[in-house]
T-cell receptor, first 114, second 110 residues
Framework: EADIYQTPRYLVIGTGKKITLECSQT?????MYWYQQDPGMELHLIHY???????EKGDLSSESTVSRIRTEHFPLTLESARPSHTSQYLC?????????????FGPGTRLLVL | TQLLEQSPQFLSIQEGENLTVYCNSS?????LQWYRQEPGEGPVLLVT?????EVKKLKRLTFQFGDARKDSSLHITAAQPGDTGLYLC??????????FGQGTRLTINP
């Protein structure tokens, strides 16, 4: 069972508010990811990190930002939330086993911006 | 850019029926993974296939990796309502990020 946690699980917030979605893992994984997913739809990679002080933008452009000051922690911040940011945000970390990458996902944060 | 196409996108069948979903690409992957995601949760890894032609079984689920390592299939025998969910395939190429398909949304009706 993967030890990766996301808080909050659900968030309803007004337009213009600043929010931070938390993600923590206790597996010591260097690689971490943020995906955006509309219900039942495909995953879109928005940010990733290969280690402390390393962050990169993903395939889908996002107004969010991330930081990676500690290995176990990879928070995502929206400076000014808008209704278009309404979605589910999934955090993942990964390990390599015999040259294969396996990603472990958190339970997700479902965000609703009014 | 490596792409994974999953088909069908939506599938709704009766309990007890068999089904197969597919994951296809024009690219070669060093391994391919299948995840299942239930509503309101994150995806959970079901299996990883590595060798071309490899077949893995997980109870009523059978996973196959194509000989050329460009495609994979998931076959479910005697589907049950608990199999309902979004099935995602993901391909890994050496030194590249995992690439996810768009998913197959499966509904098993009692």
């Amino acid at each position: 069972e993967a030890d990766i946690y996301q808080t909050p699980r659900y968030l309803v917030i007004g337009t213009g508010k600043k929010i931070t979605l938390e993600c923590s893992q206790t597996m010591g994984h260097d690689k971490m990811y943020w995906y955006q997913q509309d219900p039942g739809m495909e995953l879109h990679l928005i940010h990733y990190s290969y280690g402390v002080n390393s962050t990169e933008k993903g395939d889908l452009s996002s107004e969010s930002t991330v930081s990676r000051i500690r290995t176990e922690h990879f928070p995502l911040t929206l400076e000014s939330a808008r209704p278009s940011h309404t979605s589910q945000y999934l955090c993942a970390s990964s390990e390599y086993l015999i040259s294969q990458e396996t990603q472990y996902f958190g339970p997700g944060t479902r965000l609703l911006v009014l | 850019t490596q792409l994974l196409e999953q088909s069908p996108q939506f599938l709704s069948i009766q309990e007890g029926e068999n089904l197969t979903v597919y994951c296809n690409s024009s690219s070669v992957f060093s391994s391919l993974q299948w995840y299942r995601q239930e509503p309101g949760e994150g995806p959970v890894l079901l299996v990883t296939v590595v060798t071309g032609g490899e077949v893995k079984k997980l109870k009523r689920l059978t996973f196959q990796f194509g000989d050329a390592r460009k495609d994979s299939s998931l076959h479910i025998t005697a589907a049950q309502p608990g199999d309902t969910g979004l099935y995602l395939c993901a391909g890994a190429a050496r030194a590249q990020k995992l690439v996810f398909g768009q998913g197959t949304r499966l509904t098993i009706n009692p």
